[in-house]
């Protein structure tokens, strides 16, 4: 028999017991090994008060700290990109993302874009409002809705769109943060999957209940 592996195993869980205030714990080993073998920081949240803990209700459980990070991360982000498209034509990361959406595609209707971009039909339209605006995309008919409208990003919004994707490029390393390589192709194996549970229920139980969606 190959004792290869299993030798392998037991020099990651001895490097593992080494690293300082370690514990032997599979959980965290798992997550240990996950990261790239680099250690987990775990440092207190100044956010976080502890008056809460006396109310059973305020309990945090995890799912409540993933989505509190989640939120954070999108705020960080949106902070990030506000600097990276000052003095664009660009105001906001939602009008980059429809316009980097419609460099995708040769063109869609109003809906459709807006349910790329994950929005209520009201906000969206909105946005591709302040985009016709700008004039950098153009809006034509629909041959196969006589009611509808399709949009389609133009050579100014071209123009637009490159001008800043230098900026957003860095955006995007940013957001990356000090994560290793082998810890960012398992968030975004993480996050897809939840994309792929949340995205079915926006395009199919938008309209559901919170109570019937969370059965």
Not at 12 to 27: R, S, T
Not at 44 to 63: F, T, V, W
Not at 104 to 123: A, Q, R, Y
Not at 140 to 148: I, S, V
Request: proline share 4%; net charge negative; hydrophobic share 35%.
């Amino acid at each position: 028999m190959d004792y290869t592996f299993l030798k392998q195993l037991i020099a990651l869980a001895e490097q593992y017991e080494q690293i300082p205030g370690k514990q032997p714990d599979v959980h965290n080993f798992a997550c240990w090994l996950l990261s790239g073998n680099t250690p987990t920081p775990h440092q207190p949240d100044d956010r976080i008060g502890s008056q809460h803990l006396q109310y059973d209700q305020a309990d945090e459980k995890i799912e409540t700290t993933i989505a509190r990070m989640v939120i954070y991360m999108y705020r960080y982000a949106r902070m990030y990109t506000r600097q990276a498209l000052e003095g664009s034509l660009l105001q906001t990361a939602d009008e980059f993302g429809y316009l980097a959406t419609l460099l995708s595609f040769e063109h869609l209707s109003k809906t459709d874009l807006i349910t790329k971009n994950i929005h209520e039909k009201p906000t969206g339209m909105e946005i591709i409002k302040r985009l016709l605006r700008y004039e950098v995309i153009d809006q034509l008919d629909d041959p196969n809705d006589k009611r509808g409208k399709l949009v389609r990003i133009n050579d100014k919004g071209r123009a637009v769109l490159f001008s800043v994707f230098g900026k957003m490029g860095k955006v995007s390393d940013l957001i990356g943060g000090e994560l290793t390589l082998p810890e960012k192709e398992h968030l975004v194996y993480l996050l897809r999957k939840l994309d792929s549970f949340h995205y079915h229920i926006f395009t199919n139980d938008k309209e559901a209940t919170l109570q019937s969606i969370a059965q």
